[in-house]
């Protein structure tokens, strides 16, 4: 075990607050395309106002740090909807009190600048309608108007929770996440009151628990899934994956590896649990294998948290997979720090010293 | 104490169930004013057509049992709302599990007759522009789809939680309540879309988590607070109240009649707790104590479950009333079943054998 837990002030410090930036100081040499909104009123009349000519609105919601997973979201909400609103806010209240609030990559700047990119690209190809009318990046206070945002799972505040959903996978060593997750997400579908919010097939659980939420709920959006966008060499884009490095980053590979092993298992027509599994337990076990024979300043050691096969509605565990609904193949692993570090060696943020929690699933689709 | 717990299942088979009655089954003369909706996407399509005809909705949510105190919400919707959805769901959620959820009164034929008879009310005195369009009366599977409704506080489900406030009064001795009215509230609200919502103040606690849910969830809905309607000797108009019968209703009475001899208090410029209400708790004792005095055939008994002195946001118990801010003087009580009944008495519905719980409260306005 290694101290997963710890909070790197060293990555707080270097990287840029939301707190203080806003659309008027922003560096770019056009006037920018949308509009940025820091509360919540001047946004529900742009909304009025939309829905009354007749226009359509995707919502994307994320917590900044934008990469290419992010931005295939927004050119699928575009094809869809006339405007579309991203809203960019690092939600607090699904972060547990020892997790990585404070480390976690606050890039508004770039994200800005990714942002505009986008719209010019959307403009020049003029085969989606939509376009990125807003950017909503409120702050804590709006979001939590009433009470300070609790991380802990018997605080006060108003929150959404979805069980057992929340409990878990993910749930099960981040017991206050998907009730973050769901908090907020309630809110934003409330201010924005998109025809369509959009989420990326990555956080799987995510995707069936928001699902259940609007169709608890009967919120009025509905929830379109965007397929898990890839590095060449196949590892899951993430907004962590900056602080891997290219050692960790490498390692991190078996992550996919091992659930395409068991997926080749499925699409091979096994279907019970164990024989699925297994295929992805042996990739991992070569690879922790091989690293734990390299020295401290080769190898790079992880630990497997979960590798699930679950149903795709209720993410109960699955000792055959029933054909005709499939399943959901997901897993988790915890990338430790570097041991020790080479002169010269590209350790990514926060120089190898901050775990990463790597998380990656594959849909199993019925087979009739 | 007494059974108070205990389930009526002799009330269950005497009302009816709104489960098979349907607008197809409504026996009036005349065509029905409004629609009646069991589920969701025709009631969505309506009010779509109603927003851009930019007609405004007034939602006024009910367990049904309608009676005066509703129809005056619905008085005060339609002079400021163009359309008027009534709600009519007994909620499962809000009931604990020894409460009176199977004994709780279901009249739809009445209900539909007093709304038929305030919508030709309406029509006449034509001074307030709204009318009821719509009844929105779902079954327990359109408004639980996923699971069923638990009553259990560590129960399965999508919920919306509000604390501290929903442990607070009402909440100590309920403790599934506000987390279930604020569930089906937030259903409702995103169902109606409605500009606004009419609560009546006779459930205090019941407004202040509400708006608590509305602020911090960003609905998109106005909260309306109506007065409380009393009876003419000041009773609080209540579902429950048609369990009292005419001895325990006047005895009941002690509730008014404490409250406002604490209000006498503050009026008199008395501003501590125990000043206050010390006023209240004289005047329960003094009932309590003559009725004690008479025979289990005269006398109606009842316990005092709290009297509250509290800050009106946060329901925090006040040792001194702010002058700036006021208070919410709040109190419940329950009036056991009669011990015994005479020949011919009029002992309501369940024959005396329902304990019934009373609640009452008066505002405290700011004196400034």
Redesign the interface.
């Known amino acids: 075990m290694f101290a997963w837990k710890r909070q790197f002030s060293i990555a707080n410090t270097l990287l840029k607050t939301t707190t203080t930036t806003t659309a008027r100081t922003m560096t770019t040499a056009t006037p920018p395309s949308f509009q940025v909104f820091r509360d919540?009123p001047p946004l529900?009349q742009l909304r009025r106002t939309l829905?009354?000519s007749n226009r359509t609105v995707g919502l994307v919601p994320t917590m900044g740090a934008l990469h290419e997973g992010h931005l295939s979201l927004i050119r699928q909400a575009a094809t869809e909807n006339t405007d579309i609103i991203v809203s960019i806010f690092v939600n607090p209240t699904q972060f547990g009190v020892n997790e990585d609030l404070s480390s976690y990559p606050r890039t508004w700047d770039s994200d800005v600048a990714k942002l505009e990119a986008l719209n010019a690209e959307l403009s020049q190809q003029n085969t989606s309608p939509g376009r990125i009318t807003a950017i909503l990046a409120p702050t804590s206070k709006v979001m939590?108007?009433?009470l300070p945002p609790s991380s802990e799972i018997d605080?006060?505040?108003?929150?959404?929770?979805?069980?057992?959903l929340a409990k878990k996978l993910e749930g099960a060593s981040r017991p206050v996440f998907f009730r973050g997750v769901a908090t907020v997400c309630?809110?934003l579908f409330?201010?924005v009151?998109a025809e369509r919010a959009y989420f990326g097939q990555k956080d799987v659980q995510q995707t069936v628990v928001i699902r259940?939420?609007v169709?608890?709920?009967?919120?009025?959006t509905e929830i379109r899934i965007g397929e898990t966008v890839r590095e060449e060499d196949g590892l899951a884009m993430s907004s962590r994956n900056v602080y891997l490095g290219v050692r960790r980053r490498g390692v991190g590979l078996v992550l996919y590896e091992a659930l395409r092993a068991a997926e080749g298992a499925y699409l091979a027509g096994k279907g019970g649990r164990e024989e699925v599994l297994d295929a992805a337990r042996g990739v991992a076990k070569r690879v922790l294998d091989e690293q734990s024979w390299l020295g401290p300043a080769e190898r790079a050691l992880f630990e497997v948290d979960y590798i699930s096969l679950a149903d795709p509605d209720s993410l109960e565990e699955l000792k055959v997979i029933d054909p005709a609904k499939g399943a959901i193949l997901s897993a988790a692993l915890k990338m430790a720090p570097l041991e020790e570090s080479k002169p010269g060696e590209d350790c990514g943020l926060g120089d190898g010293k901050v775990p990463v929690r790597l998380i990656d699933n594959l849909i199993f689709k019925p087979r009739v």
């Open positions: 919540v529900r829905l009354l939590y108007p009433t605080g006060d505040g108003s929150f959404v929770t979805i069980l057992p309630m809110k409330n201010i009151n259940r939420m169709q608890d709920f009967h919120v009025g």
